[in-house]
């Protein structure tokens, strides 16, 4: 058996810190005829991480260097990217725009922070460029009249990866991040997604959403109601993040999907539905299974709420989905919000189903 690691978990660079580190170096580079390398910068919370230059070059005009992400132990799709800015002079007055280059996507819909038609390349980030330049800017006397491309070599494959396709951000991956550090296991980038789906399906004036724990719960989903792809949020384990950010961004109807085990879970109140952080409570199903007139004893004696069901038929499905529904109505705290819950069996097969008021 495996020991856990003996050390803390190590956290890691957002590709916005890693674009900015290389932006300042190419704008250096530009001014100067040399790259900073390695190149620190100023996080927005203050900390001056450095970081060491993995490609650069330069020619008439224009600077590029790259920086090899490093996102520590977390379980980044973007770990060891290579993020590249390439700087090159603008128009005068025009101050800093920005490219999307090989590997970052365009935006295409509205709803996100940046609007259709500019690369994704998020607000902080790009506040976080500027504030590296504008070291340099300032040291050497120079105006920052440039266009800053960021692309992220293999970034379009990575991209399939992500939430992007379906946020209709085409033709790669996001420059992310709000503190410049990645934080390991942290989930803040998986609820940030389900918040920004959220918003692309409000912007487009969608009135029906679904969150589904799975791709096997989405697919039943999608068999039952004809709705765009953007309507279906990758929920995973984070029912609360769904709920919490309904309460002051609803939307008239939400499907929530998932397997007897989670919707069990969510039925318990439970709002982050991983199996490290929260347990079926075999004690409630064994209460379930006194007032059905079933043992007790062996369905507090299962192992998985897949077996207490086995036991208890869809009977116990059926309390599942009320009990989910009425912890999700109660997480949104009674914002205009209309909810109905599937359990889902592993085959994609409908066990039990709440339907709208």
């Not at 996080?43 to 450095?50: E, R």
């Not at 934080?183 to 959403?209: E, Q």
């Not at 679904?210 to 039943?220: L, Y």
């Not at 953007?230 to 309460?247: E, N, S, W």
């Amino acid at each position: 058996m495996s020991e856990k690691p003996d050390r803390p978990l190590r956290s890691g660079w957002t590709t916005g810190a890693c674009a900015a580190a290389a932006a300042k170096s190419a704008f250096c580079a530009l001014v100067t005829g040399e790259h900073l390398d390695p190149v620190q910068i100023t996080l927005p919370k203050g900390q001056t991480p450095s970081f060491a230059l993995e490609c650069s070059d330069r020619g008439e005009g224009w600077a590029s260097a790259g920086i090899k992400k490093d996102a520590g132990d977390d379980p980044d799709v973007t770990h060891c990217a290579i993020i590249i800015s390439k700087v090159r002079r603008g128009t005068a007055g025009a101050g800093v725009t920005f490219q999307a280059g090989e590997g970052v996507g365009t935006i295409t819909k509205p709803g996100l922070p940046i609007p259709p038609g500019e690369p994704a390349i998020n607000p902080v980030p790009r506040l976080m460029i500027e504030q590296a330049m504008a070291d340099v800017a300032l040291q050497h006397g120079e105006a920052m009249d440039v266009v800053v491309e960021v692309s992220v070599p293999g970034g379009a494959k990575l991209a399939k990866k992500t939430w992007n396709p379906r946020l209709g951000i085409e033709g790669g991956l996001s420059i992310l991040g709000t503190t410049g550090i990645v934080r390991p296991f942290s989930c803040s980038a998986w609820i940030a997604s389900i918040h920004r789906g959220i918003d692309v399906a409000r912007a487009a004036g969608l009135t029906h959403v679904v969150g589904s724990t799975g791709s096997t719960s989405e697919h039943t989903v999608q068999g039952l109601y004809d709705l765009p792809e953007i309507a279906y949020l990758d929920m995973g384990d984070f029912a609360g993040g769904v709920l919490k950010y309904l309460r002051k961004n609803p939307v008239q109807r939400l499907t929530i999907a998932g397997g007897i085990g989670k919707m069990t879970k969510l039925a318990q109140g439970e709002m982050d539905l991983h199996s490290g952080r929260s347990q079926v409570d075999f004690g409630r199903l064994a209460e379930l299974a006194g007032r059905l007139g079933a043992d007790p004893n062996a369905v507090r004696g299962a192992n998985t709420a897949l077996e207490a069901y086995e036991i208890l038929g869809t009977a116990m499905a059926e309390d599942v989905a009320r009990g989910a529904r009425d912890a999700a109505l109660a997480a949104v705290q009674g914002a205009s919000v209309d909810i109905e819950t599937l359990v889902i069996g592993r085959d994609g097969t409908l066990l039990a189903r709440t339907h709208f008021k």
